[in-house]
């Protein structure tokens, strides 16, 4: 069997590339690692490794196809953040600078809100709920919620201002965080 380590990065053909340069660096906080137009284009990371996300210039974008969803292919890529707080603060973000929020969704193990890059690519960021596979052994049910989306110049909706998880998810969570404590310590629960 391959022991893969985790996804390394992703590479994006796109139409513009100092725009998408410009989004990814301004809007989603990637910085740039190396400018290689001979072998690549431009190369960008989130500081865990040397590039998380490699842009590229499409020879001829007037004549090529764009993300469609129907099409066969990637669905979307998704940015994790460490926080509730960091999930809301993305969103704010994402409106503070113009990102239309097409949709957000309650994953019941996460809550996601999704846009897109200048070249239509769908993106996703989440927060997913600290030991989501020990909560939800056995999957989640597909319980999937759609969640209301505002405008920059509209009210927030209330799930982004809201305490989440609720309480009872919050004491599971902090049930198996001492569960696994004790585990690593050697002690039995």
Same mark, same amino acid.
């Given at each position: 069997m391959i022991k893969l380590k985790g996804i390394g990065h992703v590479n994006l053909r796109v139409a513009d590339e100092a725009l998408s340069k410009q989004f990814y660096r301004d809007v989603?906080?990637?910085f740039v690692t190396e400018e290689d137009p001979e072998h690549g284009g431009v190369f960008m990371s989130l500081g865990d490794n040397f590039h998380t996300l490699d842009i590229a210039q499409h020879p001829n974008?007037? !004549?090529a196809q764009k993300p469609a969803r129907g099409q066969i292919g990637m669905l979307h890529i998704a940015f994790q953040v460490d926080s509730y707080q960091a999930l809301r603060d993305a969103y704010i973000h994402l409106l503070e600078h113009g990102v239309e929020?097409?949709?957000a969704?309650?994953?019941v193990n996460q809550r996601s809100i999704y846009f897109s890059d200048p070249d239509g690519n769908t993106l996703e960021i989440y927060y997913e709920l600290p030991y989501a596979l020990d909560l939800f052994p056995g999957?989640? !049910?597909d319980d999937d919620e759609d969640l209301p989306v505002s405008g920059p110049d509209e009210k927030l909706p209330d799930w982004v201002l809201e305490?989440?998880?609720p309480p009872e998810m919050k004491a599971r969570v902090e049930r198996i965080r001492q569960q696994k404590t004790k585990r690593k310590e050697g002690t039995t629960v």
């Open positions: 989603l906080g990637f974008p007037e !004549a929020i097409r949709n969704t309650n994953h999957g989640r !049910a305490d989440w998880p």
